[in-house]
């Protein structure tokens, strides 16, 4: 990563931190003449030898290993502005680190052209494209915790005005399912909904609210209002991905299955009872802008 840093940046330089208690006055007198530091934390992931993380490797507290969110909170108390690059292969416990960053990138395990990537979205040649695909939650006492959990229990659900953790100041997710930033801005809305069949059709539109060209990842969840059988709170049905230029509108179309959003009957059948369904637009599972609710006919699947 140092190296592909240096490619674009040839007057960064390097203090390698890692052995250092945290709260060591060497740690200020290391970024004592800087205006930014770029962290890079992370687990050691590989099938032999000492590693933390990998398959068949798991721990009772997912956190980072050592002394490392320490260390983010000593640069930060230094009075430095941190970006840290979080390489891991899953969801860690990272609200301490994420309060101490300016910024945060969760890099997965990238393989050989890991370096290049993170520093080309570092410097903004490239922009951040992925979404995370799980939950990450601010506290072990979370756990389980998904986007889909069942409509009236949870941490987010349209029918409970009271929920959450009594001990905790904020019971969402530090990165909900789909979250991710890029560097621009998007505003998105459904401009129709109708039942064809046995699909629905959304119609929407998508606009660059920023000043630069960037992605969006339209995501499209729905939610079963009238089913019998506890249906999840959100389900993701669909979404895609829209490249566009500052201040530039463009017309998205999802044509989604009815079969999609079928489960097992109480008989034994699986399918989908007559009734409303509400889709929900958004940016993320938890940033969702705009939602429409139809009545689906009943679907019996053979």
Not at 24 to 31: G, L
Not at 92 to 110: I, K, Q, R, T
Not at 229 to 246: E, G, K, N
């Amino acid at each position: 990563m140092l190296d592909a840093i240096r490619a674009i940046d040839p007057g960064v330089r390097h203090r390698a931190l890692g052995s250092l208690t945290a709260g060591s006055p060497a740690i200020d007198a290391a970024v004592i003449d800087v205006d930014v530091v770029i962290a890079v934390v992370g687990e050691r992931t590989g099938w032999v030898g000492n590693h933390t993380a990998g398959e068949g490797r798991t721990t009772a507290d997912p956190v980072l290993p050592g002394n490392q969110p320490e260390l983010i909170q000593a640069l930060h108390a230094a009075g430095k502005r941190v970006v840290t690059v979080v390489v891991s292969g899953r969801p860690l416990l990272l609200e301490a680190v994420h309060d101490a960053s300016a910024a945060m990138l969760l890099a997965a395990l990238l393989g050989p052209v890991a370096g290049t990537v993170i520093a080309d979205i570092l410097y903004g040649v490239s922009e951040p494209g992925g979404r995370t695909p799980s939950t990450f939650p601010r506290h072990l006492g979370q756990l389980p915790m998904y986007h889909g959990h069942p409509v009236g229990s949870g941490y987010d659900h349209p029918t409970m005005p009271r929920h959450g953790y009594v001990d905790l100041r904020d019971s969402s997710p530090l990165y909900p399912f789909g979250h991710g930033l890029t560097y621009t801005s998007f505003a998105t809305s459904i401009e129709g909904v109708r039942v064809e069949g046995d699909h629905v059709r959304i119609l929407a539109t998508v606009t660059n609210t920023g000043q630069r060209a960037g992605t969006a990842v339209v995501q499209l969840y729905a939610r079963d209002e009238a089913a019998t059988i506890v249906r999840p709170v959100r389900q993701l049905v669909d979404f895609a991905r829209s490249h566009l230029a500052a201040d530039a509108t463009a017309s998205l179309e999802f044509l989604v299955p009815l079969s999609r959003l079928a489960y097992t009957w109480p008989d034994g059948q699986r399918g989908l009872e007559a009734g409303d369904v509400t889709f929900l637009l958004g940016l993320s599972s938890a940033d969702i802008r705009d939602e429409a609710t139809v009545e689906v006919p009943t679907l019996v699947l053979t």
